[in-house]
C-alpha cells in the first residue's frame, strides 16, 4: 500500500532536481565539458620556449672575406678550408673583424705536426692546438698571455694527430669550458677578458718549420647569459680498413 505523504516528498525532490540542473552557471564559471574535469578546461597552454641562435659560419669557404690578417704566416682558401702555413720558421695570427662576448664556437681541425697553434677567442684566450713539454699541456689547453695555462689537459690520447679533430669553445661571462673530441677538457671561470675577435694561430719558431693548420669548419653561436652549452660534436669514426 503506498503513503501518500512518501508519493508527495519523492515528487518534491524530483521537482528539485530538475530545478538545479536547469540552473545557470554562477557568474564568472563556465559549465564544466562532460568527461572533463575544471581543472583541465583552467589550465592555459604552455608558452612555446624559445629557439635557441643558430650557428653561423666565420669564414665562407672561398676567400678571406671578414678576417685580417698579422704576421708573416700564409693565408689561404684550399677546397673549402681555410689554411695557416709558417714561412721559414715565421708565424702570424689571422684574427675576425668582429667582436663577441658571450658565444661557442665549434671548429673541426687537422694539423700538420710539429705544431704550436690555436683557436684565439676574446683575443686573449686560445685553445691551445700542441705538444709542450715544461709545463707539460696537450691540445685542448686554454692558455693566456701572462697566466700561461689556466686549465691544462693532460690526456694526449684525446687528440687524432692524423686525422681531423673537433673542437668546441663555450665563453659566457667568465665562465669558459673547453671540449676536444667531445671530451671535456678545460673548466674555469676568469675574468681576464669579456668581450674580443676570435682568430687563428701559427706560432713562430724554427722548431715548428712547415707547419701548417687546415679548418673545414669554423663556426659561432650566440649566447644569453646563463644558456647552458651545446651538445659538443663528436669526430666521425674511422672508416674501416680495407681487408687484405
Known amino acids: 500500500m503506498k503513503l501518500p505523504h512518501v508519493a508527495i516528498a519523492l515528487a518534491a525532490l524530483a521537482a528539485l532536481a530538475a530545478l538545479v540542473a536547469l540552473a545557470p552557471a554562477s557568474p564568472g564559471q563556465s559549465p564544466a565539458t562532460p568527461g572533463r574535469s575544471p581543472a583541465a578546461e583552467e589550465k592555459k597552454p604552455e608558452k612555446p620556449k624559445a629557439q635557441a641562435a643558430a650557428w653561423t659560419p666565420l669564414f665562407n669557404g672561398k676567400d678571406l672575406e671578414g678576417w685580417k690578417p698579422a704576421g708573416a704566416a700564409v693565408w689561404k682558401v684550399e677546397d673549402g678550408c681555410l689554411v695557416g702555413t709558417q714561412t721559414d720558421g715565421k708565424g702570424g695570427d689571422l684574427f675576425t673583424e668582429k667582436e663577441f662576448d658571450n658565444f661557442e664556437v665549434r671548429f673541426t681541425y687537422r694539423m700538420a705536426w ?32 701572462g697566466k700561461m695555462f689556466i686549465t691544462t ?9 692524423d686525422g681531423w679533430n673537433e673542437g668546441h669553445i663555450y665563453a659566457n ?49 650566440p649566447l644569453k647569459p646563463g644558456d647552458p652549452p651545446s651538445e659538443p660534436a663528436k669526430p666521425e669514426p674511422a672508416p674501416p680498413k680495407a681487408e687484405k
Open 153 to 161: 689537459n693532460l690526456d694526449e690520447s684525446v687528440e687524432n694527430r
Open 173 to 221: 661571462g667568465d665562465h669558459l669550458i673547453l671540449w676536444l673530441n667531445g671530451k671535456k677538457v678545460g673548466e674555469c671561470d676568469d675574468k681576464t677578458a669579456a668581450k674580443g675577435r676570435v682568430g687563428i694561430q701559427v706560432h713562430q719558431g724554427d722548431g715548428f718549420k712547415g707547419m701548417a693548420i687546415h679548418l673545414k669548419r669554423l663556426e659561432i653561436r
Open 114 to 145: 710539429p705544431a704550436n697553434s690555436g683557436i684565439w677567442f676574446r683575443d686573449k684566450y686560445q685553445f691551445d692546438i700542441l705538444k709542450w713539454k715544461n709545463p707539460v699541456g696537450f691540445s685542448g689547453t686554454l692558455y693566456c698571455p
